[in-house]
């Protein structure tokens, strides 16, 4: 569609937004100019037009009635991948802010509802190319800004651990689902701690890679530098086994480096780890006001099992760990502001595969009904307008000159040791919140979990959590930091905790029980 100049009112209006000190006559020199420039952009439409993608066409359904029972499921399908390869037979369910070309993507928001992708991600690609079969998309938080499961508009994700709690956020739906056994693997993503929250709180496997290694390509964009997707499992092996088919640069997402050196991870797993040093983050436990006594003595009896199992196991002090909190919750308020509000989630300035009919159907929706934001959203949307405002951007800049000293404070500790550990969470599974609840109440049970998984989004360190024994018949999670680019390192110490302890326990939930 051509562009549509603006009316006088309106080109009044714009000029007043900008103080361009413009009286009648100014306007109506500068009226045509500015209408002459529309020329190149209709001329751009019609040239994007002659080679934009079309949506296949692929079966889908909105679950059906008793085949949801956690409100887990977004979407069904039935993507069949190649007939032979690593992941042939194998199911694995999509977190809906990644596109499956022809299937609906809703990003668990009012605001993306009704969006067809017209391309698969480079993630969708690599699972189908290795004989993945893609059963539908999975619930996530509303434009995954939680870490809990109350926020997305179809409604909670329940947990199978205790249908009344939550599963963690923002990949609440992934997590459910193989908590549940309904796939035998998952998507998620991660810009504040979205794979490892809701691992942790569901009992589950969620690794998130370095920054970079794994291609956000067609993955509704938060904030460049935070933005990460990585596998979810039921086992570490499941989790090495997707990360390899994952990782590697694909020339589209300018947050990968041009070249990674392609890494077998199944194989680094079977190295074993005896031998390998375990930093204890003092600063990981104890949070005061949150940390629950049985959830720092859940992990510190893991970190037991680990030195019984030929680590070596020492405490070591991280003050940046809280410091990076603080720079984290600065580039996650305007960065976010900036690039997923303003910049209609995909911003502007980079290169790289845009998505131009998501940009837009965002974009005239976000107009359209900013009310229906989750809380949490309207909450980060009025700071992070404020602090743009009447800061114009220096608390930022702040923040991402800060970002090389809170690497560096953790390469430093990774520098005497091969692994960082703490807990995922410092918290169990909070009660889900119900319709009426406090809007404080909301967003606290919403983001208060997230101290100790945010540091890594913002350094870009990777991460694994793994079930420890649970508390009060809920999970516990264990996080597992390694040095950049060595993902491996940690998915070998996650495999030898995973192997000392026999395996991961299940939800007690039996089958057939309905979900509350």
Not at 64 to 71: K, L, Q, S, T
Not at 72 to 86: D, I, L, S
Not at 143 to 169: E, I, K, M, Q
Not at 315 to 341: C, K, N
Request: one cysteine or more; a negative charge; glycine letters at 12%.
């Amino acid at each position: 569609m051509p562009v549509t100049p603006p009316t006088p009112d309106e080109l009044a209006a714009l000029a007043e937004r900008d103080r361009l000190g413009l009286d009648e006559a100014g306007l109506a020199a500068f009226a045509p100019l500015v209408e002459g420039s529309f020329g190149a952009y209709d001329r751009v439409e019609e040239l994007w037009a002659a080679q934009a993608p079309v949506a296949p066409r692929r079966e889908w359904s909105w679950p059906a009635d008793g085949e949801n029972r956690w409100g887990a499921w977004y979407a069904r399908c039935h993507v069949e991948g190649a007939p032979e390869g690593p992941l042939a037979g194998r199911t694995v369910a999509i977190k809906d802010n990644t596109a499956v070309a022809g299937v609906p993507m809703g990003n668990g928001s009012r605001l993306v509802d009704g969006y067809v992708p017209a391309r698969d991600a480079t993630v969708v690609t690599r699972l189908l190319e290795a004989g993945a079969t893609i059963t539908g998309k999975a619930v996530c938080e509303d434009l995954c800004f939680s870490g809990a499961s109350h926020t997305s508009h179809t409604g909670p994700v329940r947990n199978p651990w205790d249908p009344t709690r939550t599963t963690g956020g923002s990949s609440s739906g992934s997590a459910a689902l193989l908590a549940a056994g309904e796939v035998d693997l998952a998507t998620g993503g991660d810009q504040g701690g979205s794979i490892r929250m809701p691992a942790a709180m569901s009992g589950i496997v969620g690794h998130k890679p370095t920054h970079g290694l794994v291609p956000y390509t067609g993955a509704f964009p938060i904030e460049a530098t935070i933005d990460h997707l990585g596998p979810m499992a039921r086992t570490v092996a499941d989790a090495a086994l997707a990360l390899g088919i994952l990782a590697g640069p694909d020339g589209l997402d300018p947050r990968q480096p041009d070249a990674v050196a392609p890494v077998d991870y199944l194989a680094e797993i079977a190295r074993g780890a005896q031998g390998l040093r375990v930093g204890v983050v003092t600063e990981g436990f104890g949070h005061e006001g949150l940390s629950v006594p049985g959830v720092d003595a859940s992990v510190r009896s893991a970190l037991d099992v680990l030195a019984g199992a030929g680590l070596a196991v020492e405490e070591v002090s991280l003050p940046w760990h809280r410091h990076a909190f603080d720079v984290w919750t600065v580039v996650a308020t305007d960065g976010v502001v900036a690039q997923m509000i303003e910049g209609n989630g995909y911003g502007m300035n980079w290169e790289g595969l845009y998505d131009p009919d998501l940009i837009a159907h965002y974009g005239r929706l976000r107009a359209q009904r900013g009310h229906l934001f989750s809380d949490p959203v309207k909450m980060v949307t009025m700071a992070g307008r404020h602090t743009l405002t009447t800061e114009h951007g220096r608390h930022y800049a702040m923040a991402r000159n800060l970002v090389p000293a809170a690497r560096a404070a953790y390469d430093a500790a990774l520098a005497d040791h091969d692994v960082l550990v703490m807990p995922t969470v410092p918290i169990l599974p909070t009660t889900l919140v119900g319709e009426g609840t406090p809007v404080a109440e909301g967003v606290a049970r919403a983001l208060e979990m997230i101290v100790n998984t945010a540091p890594t989004d913002v350094t870009g360190h990777p991460a694994t959590s793994v079930p420890t024994a649970p508390v009060d018949g809920l999970p516990v999670g264990m996080m597992i930091v390694g040095r950049r680019f060595d993902d491996a390192t940690c998915l070998r110490v996650a495999h030898a905790f995973e192997q000392a302890v026999g395996g991961f326990p299940a939800p007690p939930v039996p089958a057939g029980v309905a979900a509350g």
